[in-house]
């Protein structure tokens, strides 16, 4: 267990959201005791009474880390996202004050290709709007608008993790799939690429969306495009909820030209289980609404506990950022008996140099040195060999104009 400058247990470790049993296990095996984990997220209110003792901050989707709360986070270190979205974080934001964040970038992604899977069947036999007839006492013994997927045409919309496996486990059954992604992409078995969004829309029984949130993907199924789909065709939104206009979608399955939809992630979701949850297109009988649920499954949580919670003290422990989705990676190697200096600053002429003569003006012996920068922010790590007054250069290097975050630990020394 390595030593930090500030003891394990003064570290403060805030969970929402439910974060998995093994997060915890994972931080107790590293000699992190004080962990704390909440069933729900928290506003921005509640964020701002609590963060300012926060060490790292575990969330998932719902806690919405904005700039307003990172600013108010003096000591926050590191924060993971238990998930594999990070749009809830103001990621800039969280560089600018010198904290890297961590995703579990490909623990769901099974269980939403699942879902999904399941959700096109469903949706092309029309299962939920009978099912939901039986519940009430009704009987609806019919095969209109009832169809086997096998030969039928799945559109989908982002071909990365989860759209790739979407895209094999469709072809098994029988289906044709084609794909539209703003990058090029290897077509996976028979899959055919579009070459562009209205192509896909126009020539799918299906549609499913599998793109990140980003300014280009807001409503990029608005109402010309959700018009441009084949008239009794099909839409599943798993991705996020600012992605489809959803007065557009309501509007569209009314009239019947989008004939079943099963959306996950809706622009406005509950931050808690006993929250109202409030949508058009509640009370539409063909359209499958699940609470945010497609990366909920025991086995991706429980992946997604350990793996998160790692990178998390990999970070705390180490310094290494590999994985960060906001930082400059670096992988280090434990170094054994020095004193390892973490330096964030912004990347601007001479910050390096006036680090570097921090360290020679004390006449230390630099074991190694660790550089990654990008345009915006420099990341440097500084092992030093032999006695070393840890407190006062961690203050000094402080005072470098432009420096963002400066700690101190000791690799592979035990600690508490
Ligand atoms: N419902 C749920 O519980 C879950 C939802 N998600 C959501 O699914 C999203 C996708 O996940 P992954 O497949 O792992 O991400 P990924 O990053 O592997 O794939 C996203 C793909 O979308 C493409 N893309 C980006 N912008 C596009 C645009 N404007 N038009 C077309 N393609 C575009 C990218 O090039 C990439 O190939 C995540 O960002 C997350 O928001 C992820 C896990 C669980
Ligand atoms: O499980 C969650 O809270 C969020 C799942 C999700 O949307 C993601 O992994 O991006």
């Excluded at 006492?137 to 989908?156: F, H, P, V």
Aim: net charge negative.
């Amino acid at each position: 267990m390595t030593k930090l400058s500030l003891s394990k247990d003064k570290i403060n470790i805030l969970l929402l959201e439910g974060v998995h049993d093994n997060a915890i296990s994972e931080f107790a095996g590293g000699g992190y005791a004080t962990v704390e984990r909440l069933p729900h997220a928290l506003d921005e209110g509640e964020l701002l009474e609590r963060i300012g003792s926060v060490h790292i901050l575990g969330i998932r989707s719902r806690t919405h880390l904005t700039a307003r709360v990172l600013e108010a986070a003096q000591k926050l270190i590191t924060v993971g996202c238990f998930c594999i979205g990070t749009n809830q974080v103001d990621l800039k934001a969280a560089r600018r004050i010198g904290v890297p964040v961590f995703n579990a970038p490909y623990s769901n992604t099974r269980s939403v290709a699942e879902l999904v899977i399941g959700e096109i069947i469903m949706l092309m036999r029309g299962i939920f709007e009978k099912s939901q007839l039986v519940h009430g006492g009704g009987w609806m013994k019919s095969a209109k608008n009832s169809y086997e997927i096998r030969g039928k045409t799945l559109g989908i919309v982002g071909y990365g993790h989860i759209g790739t496996q979407v895209s094999i486990l469709a072809e098994a059954m029988g289906m044709k799939v084609r794909f539209y992604d703003v990058l090029k992409k290897l077509a996976l078995g028979n899959a055919q690429p579009c070459s562009s969004l209205e192509e896909l829309l126009a020539s799918s029984d299906v549609v499913t969306l599998h793109v990140p949130d980003t300014p280009q993907t807001r409503n990029m199924m608005g109402e010309r495009e959700l018009r441009t789909m084949k008239k009794g065709s099909h839409l599943i939104n798993a991705a996020r909820g600012q992605v489809v206009d959803i007065d557009a979608l309501a509007a569209a399955m009314a009239d019947g030209h989008i004939l079943g939809a099963a959306i996950d992630v809706f622009p406005k979701e509950p931050g808690s289980d006993g929250e109202v949850f409030e949508s058009p297109l509640r009370g539409i009988r063909s359209a499958i609404l699940t609470p945010h649920i497609g990366g909920s499954t025991l086995e991706a949580q429980a992946n997604i506990g350990s793996e998160v919670a790692q990178k998390l003290l990999e970070y705390s422990d180490n310094g290494s950022t590999v994985g960060a989705v906001n930082f400059p990676q670096v992988g280090l190697p434990v170094h054994e008996g020095c004193t390892r200096f973490l330096h964030v600053h912004e990347n601007r002429p001479g910050v390096l140099r006036k680090i570097n003569e921090v360290f020679s003006g004390r006449n230390l012996n630099i074991a190694a040195q660790y550089l990654q920068t990008d345009p915006e922010l420099g990341y440097v790590v500084v092992d030093v060999d032999g006695d070393v007054d840890e407190q006062a250069l961690a203050n000094e290097l402080r005072e470098v104009e432009g420096t963002l975050k400066t700690r101190f630990l000791y690799p592979g020394r035990r600690g508490e």
